[in-house]
């Protein structure tokens, strides 16, 4: 065990299983001390290497990833601490490794559940390696105005109550990290503020004692009066109370063992802390304050008292000119985060990203304020939850259903389509679901499934300017471009598409008025007339029933039917629609295993001359 300072102000640390708050906090006292290096030389998360972004102040900084402890140790000489944030399974096996590091000095191990017989071998080593063992369980220690480990000492706002960023006259040993706290308020409030302070944490067998780190304090000359705060359970305040008995310890020691209230129970009692448990007398808080007390340990009465005892000693020590009161200062201010400072309504941030339709905040998901358990009580289907989607709105019952089967309708072509050849080849190739998904969507055009939104756009322009069907395709001829929605390679008069023929049965038979369904087969009748194939099909009639379905259900205004149709909405259905489609003959070439067919003249292209 050391006996003086384990810690400075150029004290660097090596983190240990990376956690992003412990890091920055230990950070940000460096920059409130005035550190000029941060604390934290390197984090080793095993098996990765890069950086960590973290701020040192207003100052962005990199800190190194390391895949091993002994990479880490290696390429930072300096760094003594190891700061270990593993899980009890693993804490034992990293702590030793970090032990046996030559640059190791100090290991504080922060996890609670270390196996005993884990921790004592532990000991055993760092005891033969004259090396510190802060912990298992522990919170860590602190050196006010120069370094501190994770946690140790609170939030920023308990760091700076508690004078923690400019070293004091007092020396403090704690098993209990959150009762370190507590008395790094009281010694702000009643002396000069803490030097240093170790919570050695509530194991049975804690790697570092309390009359270890008495015995460092009463070697730095720094300090000037030890308090000690220890616990029921256990025989390690009587080492102190041996030390002080044979004048060991030269300094005034303020003491209390907390857990007197322990006899007020009819049976044993287990507090805490694995060691706060009594095992007779001798291990009671009553007793081991009336030991340290009998040694010359001052002992209130209770815990109460013992802020003024800390109070009466820290003055007596002040007027006998052996403490020299040091002086505060004012710590600079540590940048605020900008999501706490949105929290605390000091800044406003612009949104990067604005959503209308999802939100997934509260308890739930919604879909355009619409929650998940509403759409399953109200057996809403694919339809209802496309519409909440896209247009943000619950549509009529014979709406959502007309939506359901263009999808239905609109699945599969076949496998000669583009995107269907596309995919297939995609497929054949070895490539993924997605890129063969990928690669039969990108077909779509107007083509191929795209012309939805165009024949829709046509129609109603044409259907809303009294066009007659014949001035509408004479006045497209002349333009030289075909008609949107019209034409096929193999429907004709004589063999009509049945997808047509449903959703037109459909649209009769529910919508209140079909008035752009009508005109389209108006313009089929004329078109007719000059080519048996150039008949209505899917897409041109999808096109004009959806201008249907949104003029006449009265949920859309007119601007707002002409933004759907502007911004491609209809086409999405049909993407929708194929993508199911797609992503069935990606599953049926991957079954089938046929490999990429080749062409018979890659072996002309391809023969060596």
């Avoid at 290991?107 to 000991?123: F, M, N, Q, S």
Wanted: hydrophobic share 40%; net charge neutral; glycine share 10%.
């Amino acid at each position: 065990m050391a006996t003086g300072q384990i810690f400075s102000r150029s004290t660097q640390a090596l983190f240990y299983n990376y956690k992003p708050s412990p890091v920055q906090r230990m950070l940000d006292f460096d920059f409130l001390c005035g550190r000029e290096k941060p604390s934290v030389a390197g984090v080793i998360q095993p098996g990765s290497e890069g950086f960590h972004k973290l701020f040192f102040g207003q100052e962005e900084i990199a800190i190194p990833i390391h895949g091993t402890i002994a990479g880490a140790c290696q390429a930072h000489a300096t760094a003594d601490v190891f700061v270990n944030f593993a899980s009890f399974r693993s804490a034992f096996a990293s702590s030793m490794e970090a032990l046996q590091q030559p640059t190791i000095q100090v290991v504080a191990i922060i996890a609670e559940g270390v196996p005993e017989r884990d921790t004592k071998k532990l000991i055993a080593y760092a005891q033969t390696h004259n090396k510190v063992v802060i912990g298992p369980a522990t919170v860590g220690g602190v050196q006010a105005g120069a370094f501190k480990i994770g946690d140790t000492g609170g939030t920023l706002d308990n760091i700076l109550a508690c004078k923690l960023y400019r070293p004091g006259s007092v020396g403090f040993v704690s098993k209990s990290g959150g009762m370190s706290n507590e008395l790094y308020n009281v010694l702000a409030r009643v002396t000069d503020g803490l030097y240093e302070g170790i919570a050695i944490g509530g194991d049975a067998f804690p790697g570092s004692t309390l009359s270890d780190h008495v015995l460092r304090f009463s070697n730095i000359p720094q300090i000037k009066m030890i308090v000690v705060l220890g616990e029921l359970g256990g025989r390690d305040e009587y080492s102190l109370v041996e030390a002080l008995q044979q004048g060991r310890v030269q300094k005034p020691v303020v003491a209390w063992v907390t857990g007197t209230c322990a006899k007020l129970f009819k049976s044993e009692v287990q507090f805490g802390h694995a060691g706060a448990k009594s095992s007779g007398d001798e291990e009671s808080a009553q007793a081991k304050n009336r030991a340290l007390q009998l040694a010359g340990a001052v002992v209130p009465t209770s815990f109460e008292g013992l802020e003024l005892a800390i109070k009466q000693v820290f003055e007596r020590l002040v007027a006998e000119e052996i403490i020299a009161p040091a002086r505060d200062v004012t710590p600079p201010v540590v940048p605020e985060t900008l999501s706490s400072a949105i929290r605390s309504g000091k800044v406003r941030a612009p949104t990067h990203v604005v959503s209308t339709i999802c939100d997934d905040r509260g308890e739930e998901p919604t879909y355009a304020g619409v929650n998940m358990t509403t759409l399953f009580e109200r057996d809403y289907g694919v339809g209802d939850v496309l519409a909440l989607l896209w247009w943000k709105r619950s549509l009529p019952a014979y709406c959502t259903k007309f939506i359901e089967m263009c999808v239905m309708l609109c699945a599969d072509h076949g496998p000669c389509v583009s995107g269907a050849h596309n995919t297939i080849v995609a497929a054949r190739a070895g490539k993924d679901l997605v890129s063969c998904l990928t690669s039969g969507l990108l077909t779509v055009g107007p083509r191929f499934g795209g012309a939805v939104d165009d024949a829709a756009r046509c129609f109603k322009a044409a259907r809303d300017a009294n066009l007659s069907p014949h001035l509408f395709v004479e006045s497209m001829k002349k333009k030289g471009l075909r008609v949107p929605g019209i034409g096929h390679r193999i429907k004709s008069r004589d063999n009509r598409d049945s997808r047509v023929l449903l959703l037109q049965q459909y649209a009769r038979a529910h919508f209140p008025q079909v008035r752009y369904l009508d005109y389209a087969v108006a313009v089929e009748d004329y078109t007719l007339s000059k080519a048996a194939n150039l008949v209505l099909n899917v897409d041109g009639c999808i096109g004009a029933l959806f201008l249907d379905l949104l003029a006449s259900c009265a949920m859309f205004q007119a601007h707002e039917i002409d933004e759907i149709v502007d911004i491609g909405y209809l086409n999405g259905l049909f993407v929708l629609a194929r993508s199911i489609g797609l992503i069935g003959h990606t599953f049926d070439q991957k079954r089938l295993k046929q490999p990429l067919y080749r062409h018979p003249w890659e072996d002309v292209l391809y023969t060596k001359v």
